[in-house]
């Protein structure tokens, strides 16, 4: 890739994610459910899977190890996640969303889906269809990055 494709490919990408972050974020008041924003992302991180270690947890909000800690400490206090040991290594602390953890993330997205049903409702049924095409392609492209 030259360098001019390789500048415009990460101004795009940066586009993307702030507007990504803003529709997301005016979606949802963060007040409201009383947590902070990097509390929110680790719920987030462990919804779409099934355990992560602390390491994981911080990769995915990119944060370091002993953010990812102190963050999770009071998302374990509220009973949302809880830590738990991998049985082929029992020093591994991994962390997982709680029965109420799971019904606190279905409640949110079904919250953020109400809220962006009226800008999605400005969209032609064409337009909606090659957003959900883009979206969908979109991810399948940055998981490869």
């Known amino acids: 890739m030259d360098r001019v494709t390789n500048e415009i490919s990460t101004t795009a990408l940066f586009e993307a994610f702030f507007s990504c972050q803003k529709i997301l974020r005016n979606a949802l008041d963060f007040r409201e459910v009383h947590l902070t924003r990097q509390q929110f992302y680790t ?4 919804a779409g ?7 994981q947890v911080a990769e995915s909000i990119v944060v370091s190890r002993e953010q990812a800690t102190r963050i999770v400490a009071p998302l374990v206090d509220e009973g949302y996640v809880e830590r738990c040991s991998d049985d082929s290594n029992r020093k591994l602390v991994l ?13 949110e ?5 109400k809220q962006l049903e009226g ?25 490869k990055i």
Request: contains cysteine; proline residues 2%.
């Open 109 to 113: 997205k079904d919250y953020v889906r």
């Open 43 to 46: 719920l987030m991180a462990l």
């Open 95 to 107: 962390v997982q969303l709680t029965k109420q953890g799971q019904e606190f993330i279905e409640r």
């Open 119 to 143: 800008r999605f409702e400005h969209l032609t049924p064409a337009e909606m269809e090659r957003f959900l095409k883009c979206v969908s392609e979109l991810k399948d492209i940055l998981e």
């Open 49 to 55: 899977q099934k355990r992560l270690t602390m390491g």
